[in-house]
């Protein structure tokens, strides 16, 4: 029993962290899915994203608001709005001018994009910790007091059914709005979208838009799970998450969930049953086996080779 | 256009190389190096803080056999590669004496570039044994060695007969060197370790690991590294109810663990060199930091105050600039410091240095427990 409850608490420890790989990678996978291009920068984007919300949470504390939906949604949306335009003004400066050439240019001007948003953050708001207020507290337990117990605390239910409900959104974005026709269309074949008359340039941006806004909600979310932010956290979880959307099957929606979730559980259950040492050399072993026999990923379609 | 352009260009750094020339004549540099960006910087104030104001003191009181310091401040982010890159940097400014650097990882990798260059360095902070341990002749610490810090860890924990003792630490060399050393010391006293793991410096999510600590039903933690990542360690620890009493070393000792940790960092123990800002012999030099709106309680303040005064006073006694003299004449004599008398061994380890330990409070206070 008590061998269950444990099991069980490393399965909500890895799905909680595997639901913001998730948010993070749905950037990373809209982006290559349309113009496949890897957006570097959008780690930064997400790290951005945390530092808005925390300076909105601290200023309307200062106003003397304190009723928690009215911070979290202040948060949310001067978070969405401050990164959307961010993820906007990326793509317009560092992506557009060099899109169409070869493929290491847009590559290559990403990562510069990532070093400077990085090193623009340090200096802006110095390179120290900075703790960010645990909004939502408590949580259940199950199992008896005197022995081991299974906890899930508030936070982590938020930050699941937030994924979920976030995912769910943008699927049926995705497969019934305007916008989402267009997304598909210009992700199948850029050219003729455009010559049917799809404005691409606008459809490129809404993507930017869309990953930038998700980030900026996994940015609240983490902060407030773990209570500190600091101008580098973006780069580690952008690469976890990168890793999430390869994994999932890059320029896959519902992919970048599963191997967020696959990723978040694979790294939970080594630090849990093995040691926390092997955390990364299981999970990035696992994506190397995954890419030797499905090289497109879990739900990534086969590539077919544009004439 | 050209020519006036080659002009000036050859009339401005003419008169650089002429200014060069006569600060070279009159002044010692001291080269300065810690982190003053990255997760660490917090320390690197502390050390920038303490030499600033000893180099201060000693101007004022007329210079080293009448020649001024300078300061030059470099800055290794804590970070190994940066720190041969900064040193590297002092050694093309002509500096022959250098305070620092702060991490064990960075003074390590630097230290191989001073003592090929002939350069004296004192690190006020770096505790790992390997540093002092290459038979180098020109490196010396005001800090006491992990080897000294870990017994006095362990043998604190194994004083209050705890049931089992799990041990952490960040796979750096810092931070894996103590807790490796606090390990042996519990197994000597008979106390079981039911854990020794490695986490990753730089992560976030450590829930694994406490539902781990919480199963492996551990009565202390103790952590080997620095207090960003004890910090999320502690917080989701209260938040799982992990109820163990968590101790690490000087590096988690500072401020930024109650802005990470909250209140879960109450009742934290931390291994410090004792508080040598409450000695009374120190008060004036301590009032002189209070004037400048400066606080001479972190843990590296005074030892690199230190640090700078031991260069000082080497080159007073041995009559000369020339690292060489001055390593001798460090080993040779014995100083009178803020923190205490100190005496170097061959390998340019103070002859005696304690720790204390003191137990943290979330409004960042300490206390001394023993």
């Keep these: 029993m008590q061998d269950l409850l444990y099991f069980f608490q490393q399965l909500i420890n890895g799905l909680t962290i595997g639901s913001t790989y998730a948010l993070i990678a749905i950037g990373y996978t809209m982006v290559y899915g349309i113009i496949g291009m890897i957006n570097f920068a959008h780690g930064e984007i997400y790290m951005i994203g945390a530092y808005t919300a925390l300076i909105a949470i601290t200023g309307l504390a200062a106003l003397g608001i304190a009723w928690l939906p009215v911070i979290l949604i202040v948060a949310l949306v001067c978070a969405m709005i401050v990164s959307s335009s961010m993820g906007w003004a990326v793509e317009r400066v560092a992506y557009r001018p060099v899109r169409g050439r070869h493929r290491l240019i847009p590559l290559i001007s990403a990562i510069g994009m990532s070093i400077f948003l990085q090193n623009y953050v340090h200096l802006a708001q110095g390179s120290r910790n900075i703790g960010f207020p645990a909004l939502i507290e408590g949580g259940f337990r199950f199992g008896s007091a005197d022995s081991f117990q299974t906890s899930i605390s508030y936070m982590q239910i938020t930050i699941f059914i937030t994924t979920l409900v976030c995912m769910t959104l943008l699927s049926l974005f995705i497969s019934r709005s305007r916008i989402g026709r267009a997304c598909r269309a210009v992700s199948q074949d850029l050219g003729m979208a455009n010559l049917l008359g799809i404005d691409t340039n606008r459809i490129i941006s809404a993507t930017f838009i869309i990953g930038a806004a998700l980030a900026a909600v996994a940015g609240l979310l983490l902060g407030m799970y773990y209570g500190s932010i600091d101008p580098l956290f973006g780069f580690i979880a952008g690469l976890k998450a990168f890793t999430a959307a390869v994994l999932g099957g890059i320029g896959s929606i519902p992919g970048a969930m599963l191997g967020g979730l696959i990723l978040g559980v694979a790294e939970s259950m080594t630090s849990g049953y093995l040691s926390g040492e092997y955390k990364d050399v299981v999970s990035f072993g696992l994506l190397i086996l995954i890419l030797l026999f499905k090289p497109t990923g879990l739900l990534g379609k086969p590539e077919v080779e544009k004439i | ?370």
């Design chain 2, 1 to 370: 256009m050209e020519t006036t352009v080659k002009k000036l260009v050859t009339a401005v750094s003419a008169s650089v190389a002429l200014m060069g020339a006569g600060h070279a004549a009159a002044e010692i540099k001291i080269g300065v190096a810690g982190p003053i960006t990255g997760q660490v910087a917090q320390y690197g104030d502390m050390q920038f803080s303490g030499a600033r104001m000893a180099i201060e003191q000693i101007n004022a009181a007329g210079g080293v056999n009448g020649e001024m310091l300078e300061a030059v401040e470099v800055d290794d982010a804590c970070d190994p590669k940066q720190a041969v890159t900064v040193a590297n940097r002092l050694v093309n400014e002509g500096v022959r004496f250098v305070v620092g650097h702060l991490c064990s990882s960075s003074t390590q990798p630097a230290s191989d570039i001073y003592e090929d260059e002939g350069i004296l360095m004192v690190t006020p902070a770096s505790t790992s044994p390997d540093i002092t341990e290459r038979g180098y002749e020109l490196v010396f610490r005001t800090i006491g060695l992990d080897s000294v810090q870990g017994p006095v860890a362990g043998n604190y924990i194994a004083s209050l007969n705890p049931e089992r003792v799990a041990i952490v630490h960040d796979k750096q060399q810092y931070g894996e060197g103590i807790a490796t050393a606090v390990r042996d010391t519990l197994k000597d006293a008979g106390v079981e370790v039911a854990l020794f793991e490695g986490i990753t410096a730089g992560d976030m999510d450590f829930s694994s690991l406490v539902t781990k600590l919480k199963q492996a039903d551990v009565d202390y933690v103790y952590y080997g590294g620095y207090d960003p990542e004890l910090g999320l360690i502690l917080r989701q620890s209260r938040q799982a109810e992990l109820d163990a009493v968590f101790m690490g070393p000087e590096g988690v000792g500072n401020k930024n663990i109650n802005t990470i940790a909250g209140d879960a960092a109450e009742g934290l123990l931390v291994t410090l060199p004792p508080a040598f800002d409450k000695k009374a012999e120190n008060q004036e030099l301590v009032k002189a930091f209070q004037d400048k709106g400066e606080d001479p309680s972190g843990p590296f303040v005074l030892t690199s105050y230190t640090a700078v005064q031991l260069i000082a006073e080497g080159i007073e006694q041995a009559e000369s600039t020339d690292p060489f003299d001055v390593a001798a004449s460090l080993r040779s004599n014995s100083f009178n410091t803020p923190i205490g008398t100190v005496e170097y061994d061959e390998k340019g380890d103070m002859k005696s240095f304690e720790f204390v330990v003191y137990e943290w409070h979330s409004d960042g206070s300490k206390t001394p427990v023993n």
